[in-house]
């Protein structure tokens, strides 16, 4: 019982050993195990705070570097702004030093005109002084003289003072002329040039013959007609010569009347397109014909007239307008060269200040006798003044229309630039079909036939042939005498040159008397 008691207590005290030993190895592997995943946990915890310190440094910097970069940048404004600031500063300050010297300059200038006007105030008192000595010694000597006494005296030395300022006043007044006259001449230039820079009228140039051209060779014999019965019908109705000549497939016609010839034309190509040609047929085509192209002409007056905007012109005078869309002189067609001279005179009336309508009329109308100049006797200008008075115009367009040839002497702004516009639209280059070589010849044989007369010292041709002015030499010559020098090379210049119009033929006597002043 012992030994089993024994023997129990030695196998439990073994049993407890061997349980005991087992938990010692369970435990210290238990701690080994905790202090290895204790370890890991460390380690673990090491990295991801060592990632969270990097990342933390990273936007750490990022965030730094936005704002170095910000304060940069409004660093940079605000540098800029300051530069700016600082560069209207210095502008502001060299402006201010400018003015600166500008008033100090204004006012050492100021300082030597105050002490010049000082001296010359102390001057002119000594000169008054002197002055006023004079005249009282002038007027002593005059009473010793002259025996007058003081009232007398004042008076002859007032009357000299006036004769003096006179003198003075007149030099001033000649001076004050002399400049006002380069003066308008320069501008009168100007204005000329560019009124005749922004004229560009179209022209045309027109001869007495029309050719028109046959459909065939057999439309001859037909216009012929025969035995020339048509022919001498057709003369007979337009007042127009037919040549037919031996040109082929041509005819012409011939006559000084553009009108009459425009007539025969159109006259005589409808004859050809209608086919039937003979004396009966002719002369109702020619009627109908006369007819329509009297409204044409009214049509082309009326189309002239509101170009230029001349509003309330009389019927008659619209058809004599356009009348002279068939009128030329030295080839240049009249209705051109009427509206021309209508808006040259609007432009350079333009220039002036002047009415505008008023002055193209006076230019529209100034030739307006040409219609019927080959009707009427006298100047072309004349009659035409005469018709506009009689369909109701202004008198300063009857003027105008009067003076533009000086046939009139022109009183008004509106004649002489009439005068001025009409040379201007005639002169110019190719608006008129003279020759230059006859223009010089008749030009030189007027100013022949008048030094061909005893007595005359220069002749010139002025005005485009239109006026010659002679100079005769005084000792020779009375004033008598000029007058009938005149009347004889009118006689002379009418039985010898042909020139269309009129010339106007001025002799001139003048005496001078030269003195030098040393």
């Known amino acids: 019982m012992l030994g089993v008691l024994i023997g129990l207590i030695v196998v439990g005290g073994?049993?407890?050993?061997?349980?005991y030993?087992?938990?010692?190895?369970?435990?210290?592997r238990s701690l080994a195990g905790a202090e290895l995943k204790a370890k890991q946990?460390?380690?673990?915890?090491?990295?991801?705070?060592?990632?969270?310190?990097?990342?933390?440094?990273?936007?750490?910097?990022?965030?730094?570097?936005?704002?170095?970069?910000e304060f940069e940048e409004k660093t940079?404004?605000?540098?800029?702004?300051?530069?700016?600031?600082?560069?209207?500063?210095?502008?502001?300050?060299?402006?201010?030093?400018?003015?600166?010297?500008?008033?100090?300059?204004?006012?050492?200038?100021?300082?030597?005109?105050?002490?010049?006007?000082?001296?010359?105030?102390?001057t002119l008192k000594t000169?008054?002084?002197?002055?006023?000595?004079?005249?009282?010694?002038?007027?002593?000597?005059?009473?010793?003289?002259?025996?007058?006494?003081?009232?007398?005296?004042?008076?002859?030395?007032?009357?000299?003072?006036e004769q003096d300022c006179r003198s003075e006043a007149g030099r001033v007044v000649k001076q004050i002329e002399e400049e006002t006259k380069r003066d308008a001449q320069m501008l009168s230039k100007r204005i000329l040039l560019e009124t005749m820079q922004r004229c560009a009228a179209e022209f045309t140039v027109e001869s007495t013959t029309a050719v028109l051209h046959l459909p065939n060779e057999d439309m001859k014999g037909r216009i012929i007609g025969r035995e020339g019965r048509n022919i001498r019908a057709f003369e007979t109705a337009t007042g127009v010569d037919l040549i037919v000549d031996d040109t082929p497939d041509v005819v012409t016609l011939s006559s000084f009347d553009t009108v009459r010839r425009e007539i025969a034309?159109?006259?005589?190509?409808?004859?050809?397109?209608?086919?039937?040609?003979?004396?009966?047929?002719?002369?109702?085509?020619?009627?109908?014909?006369k007819k329509e192209f009297a409204q044409h002409l009214i049509q082309e007056g009326e189309k002239t007239i509101q170009e230029l905007g001349a509003n309330g012109v009389h019927h008659e005078l619209v058809k004599l307008i356009g009348r002279l869309r068939y009128r030329t002189s030295y080839g240049q067609n009249v209705l051109v060269h009427l509206k021309e001279t209508g808006y040259l005179c609007g432009m350079i009336a333009a220039e002036l200040g002047l009415d505008q309508r008023l002055a193209r009329r006076c230019g529209l109308l100034h030739d307006v006798g040409k219609a019927v100049s080959h009707e009427?006797?006298?100047?072309?200008?004349?009659?035409?003044?005469?018709?506009?008075?009689?369909?109701?115009?202004?008198?300063?367009i009857v003027h105008a229309i009067e003076a533009h040839h000086e046939d009139v002497a022109p009183q008004t702004l509106y004649a002489v630039l009439t005068i001025i516009a009409d040379s201007i639209s005639g002169s110019r280059p190719g608006a008129r079909g003279d020759t230059l070589e006859n223009y010089i010849k008749r030009l030189k044989a007027l100013?022949?036939?008048?030094?061909?007369?005893?007595?005359?010292?220069?002749?010139?041709?002025?005005?485009?042939?239109?006026e010659v002015r002679v100079i005769v030499q005084p000792e020779r010559v009375t004033d008598l005498e000029a007058i009938a020098l005149s009347r004889e090379i009118k006689r002379k210049v009418e039985g010898s040159v042909e020139f269309p119009g009129q010339i106007k033929i001025t002799v001139i006597r003048e005496t001078r008397s030269i003195e030098y002043a040393r």
């Open 76 to 122: 940079k404004d605000r540098r800029s702004e300051l530069s700016q600031m600082e560069k209207r500063l210095h502008q502001r300050e060299e402006l201010l030093d400018r003015k600166l010297d500008q008033l100090d300059r204004k006012e050492k200038d100021l300082g030597e005109r105050d002490r010049q006007l000082v001296g010359r105030e102390g």
């Open 127 to 161: 000169k008054d002084e002197q002055l006023g000595g004079l005249i009282a010694e002038e007027k002593e000597t005059l009473k010793t003289i002259a025996g007058l006494n003081t009232e007398e005296a004042k008076q002859l030395l007032l009357s000299r003072l």
């Open 447 to 466: 100013e022949a036939i008048c030094d061909s007369f005893s007595g005359v010292e220069k002749a010139y041709a002025i005005q485009a042939g239109r």
């Open 21 to 28: 030993w087992l938990r010692l190895l369970q435990g210290r």
């Open 265 to 289: 034309k159109q006259s005589l190509e409808r004859l050809m397109s209608d086919g039937r040609i003979h004396p009966a047929r002719i002369e109702e085509i020619v009627e109908k014909v």
């Open 376 to 396: 009427v006797e006298g100047p072309h200008a004349i009659i035409g003044g005469e018709l506009a008075k009689k369909y109701g115009e202004s008198p300063e």
């Open 41 to 69: 946990l460390l380690e673990e915890a090491g990295r991801q705070a060592e990632v969270m310190r990097k990342q933390t440094q990273l936007d750490s910097k990022e965030q730094l570097h936005a704002l170095r970069q």
């Open 14 to 19: 073994a049993a407890f050993g061997v349980g």
